[in-house]
């Protein structure tokens, strides 16, 4: 039997430039390409043969069931086909990856995984924001906010202003997250971000304070996803903004 083969494929944060050279070779060689919420439509001129099917899961609104994308992949490679699996970001970064992975083992199926660009730093980086800096922050933490009790007891158990803290999914929790974070003894004052569709068009940075993100101060969502980003780091992509605003500054000076 002609068995087929799935890659598991990360699509960045929107922008198809982010795309790796290996997930534009899987879409181009795909007959069948199964693609999530937050994949960028302008992903699609890629692979324009393939067909495309929808298989988006959003926060509370209907949603195809994980068991159905799971067999949907298992069918396709069953019947020879060279299926896509296009997931945002990294396949294995809060994407729910590695159980697709484990399902494909378990049906026999051949699979690679193509690794994508991370919102979780991505995001911040597309808005200067680095989520490490010497003497700022030695690391991050990545959670997601879809449920406290999966960020209550990450959040809780780190130092106040040890970290970065990430959050995927949060938009919903900000204000909970906010708070809890303020409860465990971190300074209102801590600078705090919120990236809006990075790489997109649709894009927009909020930069604020933890006690702010808190607040009704930051924009509404707009049906777009959001990361959330809360330590010192920040204030360096606010410091990058005014010091490239004053570069643009000088080369229209220069240009008049
Ligand atoms: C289900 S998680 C998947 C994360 C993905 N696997 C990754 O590595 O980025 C989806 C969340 O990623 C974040 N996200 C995805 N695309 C984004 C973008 N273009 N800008 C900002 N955040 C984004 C949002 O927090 C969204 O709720």
Redesign the pocket.
Known sequence: MNMGFVSLV?A???DPDLLTRKAVRALRAADLVLY?A?V?RTVMRIAPRAHWFYVG?R?HRPSVRQETINALMIRAARRGKCVVRL???????????GEEALALAAAGIRFEVVP?????I??PA?ANIPVTHRGLASGFVLV???DEAAYGPVLGSIAPGSATVV?????RARVDIANLLMGRGWNAATPAAV??????TR?ETWIGTLGALASASVPSAAD?????VVGDVVSVGAQLAGMTAEVQDEASIKRA
Request: some cysteine; proline content about 6%; glycine content about 20%.
């Open positions: 990360g960045g944060p929107g999530d937050l960028d899961k926060a997931k945002c970001g990294d396949p294995f970064v809060l994407g729910r990856g994508g660009v991370t919102t979780a991505a995001a597309l997601s906010g879809h959050v995927l999914m949060g938009l990236l809006f569709a990075a790489s997109t894009q777009r996803p959001g990361t959330i």
